[in-house]
């Protein structure tokens, strides 16, 4: 019977050990939620930013933060089942790992590849401070 004390103790512990954790994984879909992102080794970063490729317009990475973050993959562009429009924008979406502690920034242009003496319709550049 005494280690079923000692369990309730070491539960408790355990749970309070893990609602300090950070997510596992952070999702930002609006560049004002940068200001500047805290993140922490091992996290997933989520980016997803609205796009409509019909207009010729892409994101373009300027700066992936390389130094704090690893790519998970391509952007992967979708478009809303219900949209039901041809040519109506969708979303683009990056994965990345927080792999090393540091600062840097996540910075992209929405422009035409074609126009690059153009100023970009938007940016966004995120500050990250990954511990």
Partial sequence: MP???LLLPVSLALLAG???QPKPVVTLENAS???P???HQGQELVLILPS???TGFRWEMR???ASVLRSLGPEVYSNPED???VGSGGESTWRFRVVATGEDKLELAYRRPWEPEVAPAQTFDC???AR
């Fill in 3 to 5: 280690s079923y004390r």
């Fill in 18 to 20: 893990c609602a300090g």
């Fill in 33 to 35: 939620e940068c200001k």
């Fill in 37 to 39: 992102l805290e993140l």
């Fill in 52 to 54: 409509n490729p019909t």
């Fill in 63 to 65: 700066n992936a933060a």
């Fill in 83 to 85: 949209a039901g429009l």
């Fill in 127 to 129: 500050p990250i401070n």
